[in-house]
């Protein structure tokens, strides 16, 4: 019985959705549609009632739920315990771009790479990230095991497992030429008057929760909104266009023709390391690790 199945199987069984289960792991519904239709042929039972709101375990369903935790939960133990039995080095793929750095969880893998001997890094550049927009997490298991990224309840209860590391800060990016690019901090009342390009509302609830701030205390204020999630050309169009960009930590050097100044708010970002929702053995290993050393 392959494993991948079983953890389709687990991940319908939480969604509720085939399609759901489907965009949480970038594959089509008809892919997840043929894993369910392949374990219920092995076992010969049907394992979900089907309705046009979703899908409920049947009562055979709920026997094979609990099988196939275990055997996942085996398969993972038998895989990390065997490696470290050998010795065996496995290789974590990191994946780093412009928009997704790897540099701010360097300090803390110098930190902690001593007692993870059979783990090492390798430093991977994401390919079309800069223009991936609202597919960036799509590159993990593929292109990259984990990378560092920032993430809210949302993303991490459909689409990655996170172990927290910090917080990021939001800025104001505006051109070198812009008033505002010579104060050492903005408040918001010092946004007035300015374009404001931002993602649309429900991409990021930190953004929403910073939206709600900024028109509380400025009603009138203009917001153009991008239309996803940012991709190198929206640093593009707040230079073409001299708008102000709400920015964050770790890409206020994207832009050369930027200038990324502090905004004073209570408001912050996490980011951390993330891997895919699903991830395979060896990643879900290195993760627990990682987070019993950071906990």
């Known amino acids: 019985m392959?494993?991948?199945?079983?953890?389709?199987?687990?991940?319908?069984?939480?969604?509720?959705?085939?399609?759901?289960?489907?965009?949480?792991?970038?594959?089509?519904?008809?892919?997840?549609?043929?894993?369910?239709?392949?374990?219920?042929?092995?076992?010969?039972?049907?394992?979900?009632?089907?309705?046009?709101?979703?899908?409920?375990?049947?009562?055979?369903?709920e026997v094979f739920r609990k099988y196939a935790e275990t055997v996942i939960d085996?398969?993972?133990r038998v895989y990390a315990d065997c490696h470290k039995a050998d010795g065996t080095v496995q290789t974590i793929r990191l994946g780093t771009s412009l928009l997704h750095p790897s540099m701010p969880f360097m300090p803390t893998w110098n930190e902690i790479k001593d007692q993870l001997p059979n783990y090492?890094?390798?430093?991977?550049?994401?390919?079309?990230?800069?223009?991936?927009?609202?597919?960036?997490?799509?590159?993990?298991?593929?292109?990259?095991?984990?990378?560092?990224?920032?993430?809210?309840?949302?993303?991490?209860?459909?689409?990655?497992?996170?172990?927290?590391?910090?917080?990021?800060?939001?800025?104001?990016?505006?051109?070198?030429?812009?008033?505002?690019?010579?104060?050492?901090?903005?408040?918001?009342?010092?946004?007035?008057?300015?374009?404001?390009?931002m993602v649309p509302t429900g991409v990021s609830e930190k953004n929403d929760q910073l939206r709600h701030e900024i028109l509380e205390a400025?009603?009138?204020?203009?917001?153009?909104?991008?239309?996803?999630?940012?991709?190198?050309?929206?640093?593009?169009?707040?230079?073409?266009?001299?708008?102000?960009?709400?920015?964050?930590?770790?890409?206020?050097n994207i832009h050369p023709n930027l200038v990324t100044v502090p905004l004073k708010t209570d408001i912050e970002v996490e980011y951390g390391i993330l891997a895919a929702k699903h991830a395979d053995g060896k990643v879900q290993n290195f993760m627990q690790q990682i987070r019993r050393l950071l906990s």
């Open 2 to 61: 392959d494993t991948n199945n079983l953890r389709t199987f687990i991940s319908v069984v939480r969604s509720g959705s085939f399609t759901k289960t489907a965009e949480q792991n970038f594959i089509s519904s008809t892919a997840v549609m043929k894993q369910i239709n392949r374990l219920e042929k092995e076992v010969d039972t049907k394992l979900f009632d089907r309705s046009s709101t979703g899908v409920t375990l049947t009562a055979s369903g």
């Open 74 to 76: 085996l398969t993972d």
């Open 120 to 197: 090492q890094l390798q430093i991977t550049q994401i390919p079309g990230d800069l223009t991936a927009n609202n597919r960036e997490y799509s590159m993990l298991g593929r292109e990259c095991d984990i990378m560092i990224g920032t993430f809210d309840q949302a993303t991490t209860r459909s689409l990655v497992n996170a172990i927290p590391l910090g917080t990021y800060q939001f800025g104001i990016a505006v051109r070198s030429d812009n008033p505002l690019a010579t104060k050492e901090e903005l408040s918001i009342d010092d946004l007035r008057g300015q374009t404001l390009l």
């Open 218 to 252: 400025n009603p009138d204020i203009s917001i153009k909104y991008t239309t996803g999630r940012y991709d190198i050309n929206v640093f593009n169009q707040a230079v073409d266009d001299n708008v102000a960009l709400i920015n964050l930590t770790p890409w206020k």
